[in-house]
């Protein structure tokens, strides 16, 4: 889907030249065109997490199709293709289109070395590329963690009759790191689909204390007092049968030169770049650098904090009627298998960051329509003449951004001196925030400060302000 572009004042030459001036470098002997470039894309996309009710907001529209043999995926993904059990959307205008190559060469322009991305390593001894990898990898899979932004199917847990622990799979290509929701699929002719509620052991033996000597259809299930790995479920299966469940998923190992993708949203991967370097900066001998690797420490914590109430999804309509779009577990509580009831109401129900599914289930032979207004990635210029979408009044502070990431390389006395440059570029997306919350009556509700999912079934304690 090609991005909207109501602006049309400043070219992508003009403000990559306003940055050199700034920098006293018109003649880039310091920095390079690609690597302003570089740092204006990352303001950009720094704005479009930060001034959260000022993003570029799209509609994307899909249609879906039910074969006679029903096999749509009832779960849809507006970010990435990386998971089979999950239907793509390449058009979305928040496909992720970023890797971990592209991490390494802001990194390494950073460190002044060369910007050689994953190919081989030709950069000073105080780094390799293995540094790159293992701290971007580790990185990754605590954001994926925290912030629950690749959440997914994973393929039917066998269940063996009379047993009630299942193992959740781990290998070198995913770990599930967390699990949010389970149904119990009985095999055909044995029953219907259950949507398990989530429990606890202490919970089961104190209100099902012959939980371990009933055969039944399981009704809830446990991880808090389960080994690692496992799940609990709360009665002993009678009938073969399936686990059907929504996972928080890790990412693979990585090995160049392939290419990984970072499994998180384009905008949000300054989050994961400074957590790398963070680690990098806390090498001991030459690489060390403790001042700027709490820096990379501070922006990972703040980005971080960012992502758990990152906005994707503001509105949905359905044939182009309007629709709610509730979170997969307020779903599973107002409308109980909803996925198996031809009538249960029309939503558009989240099932994590950019993913959802359409309910009811699309009947065999059937088509739909779904139009999603989403909080699209942050438009970079594709080409010198190509006009930078962006209003005229936060153009300065971009430029702040930019050139403070520029000075990052120099460290010292110039890199602190650029401190209120990057204050200036929070204090202009908080103003921007503060603004915008009152352009309208529902300004909380359209854009709430916690996930519609984190506020259903939430993962973190809360802790007081």
């Known amino acids: 889907m090609s991005q909207n572009a109501p602006y049309s004042y400043a070219t992508s030459l003009q403000v990559e030249q306003a940055l050199a001036l700034r920098l006293n470098d018109t003649a880039n002997e310091h920095w390079t065109k690609a690597e302003l470039n570089l740092y204006i894309a990352e303001a950009l996309r720094e704005w479009n997490c930060i001034a959260q009710p000022a993003t570029w907001i799209q509609d994307a529209s ?30 979305s205008p928040r496909t992720q289109t970023l890797n971990d190559s592209y991490c390494y060469t802001l990194a390494q322009y950073h460190l002044l070395e060369p910007p050689t991305g994953n190919a081989t390593w030709t950069g000073t001894d105080q780094f390799s590329l293995a540094d790159f990898t293992q701290a971007l990898q580790r990185r990754r899979d605590a954001i994926l963690q925290a912030t629950a932004c690749n959440v997914a199917p994973i393929a039917p847990l066998a269940l063996t009759p009379g047993v009630n622990r299942v193992q959740l799979p781990d290998s070198t290509s995913q770990t599930v790191l967390g699990v949010r929701r389970i149904r119990y699929i009985p095999a055909a002719a044995y029953g219907s689909p259950v949507t398990l509620w989530r429990d606890d052991l202490l919970a089961m033996e104190y209100f099902k204390n012959d939980f371990e000597q009933t055969p039944a259809p399981p009704t809830t299930f446990d991880v808090l007092g389960s080994p690692p790995q496992f799940i609990t479920l709360d009665a002993l299966p009678n009938v073969p049968s399936s686990l059907e469940a929504l996972a928080m998923l890790s990412g693979g190992i990585i090995a160049p030169p392939t290419k990984s993708p970072l499994l998180i949203p384009d905008d949000w991967y300054w989050v994961l770049k400074f957590g790398m370097m963070a680690d990098m900066l806390s090498k001991e001998a030459e690489s060390t650098d403790l001042e700027r690797a709490a820096y990379c420490e501070q922006r990972f914590q703040e980005g971080l904090k960012l992502m758990i109430e990152m906005p994707w999804l503001t509105q949905a309509r359905i044939d182009n009627v309007p629709c709610d779009t509730p979170s997969v577990t307020e779903k599973d509580e107002f409308d109980n298998e909803w996925q198996s009831n031809p009538n249960a109401q029309i939503e558009i129900v989240r099932g994590g960051i950019d993913l ?19 909080i699209g990635n942050a438009p970079i210029p594709a080409s010198d003449s190509a006009f930078v979408q962006l209003s005229r ?11 403070h990431l520029a000075q990052f390389k120099h460290g010292g006395a110039e890199f602190k001196g650029s401190l209120p440059l990057h204050q200036n570029f929070i204090r202009a997306a908080v103003e921007a925030n503060a603004r915008l919350r009152e352009s309208g009556i529902f300004a909380e509700q359209l854009r709430p400060q916690v996930s519609k999912q984190e506020q259903a079934q939430p993962r973190f304690e809360e802790t007081p302000q």
């Open 62 to 91: 899909f249609v879906y199709t039910q074969p006679s043999t029903p096999n749509l995926p009832a779960w849809q993904s507006t970010g990435n293709s990386v998971n089979a059990l999950v239907g793509s959307n390449p058009t």
């Open 393 to 403: 009044d936060v153009l300065d502070v971009i430029l702040d951004e930019a050139q």
């Open 356 to 374: 959802f599914a359409v309910s009811p289930t699309i009947p065999a032979g059937s088509s739909v329509s779904v139009t999603l207004s989403l």
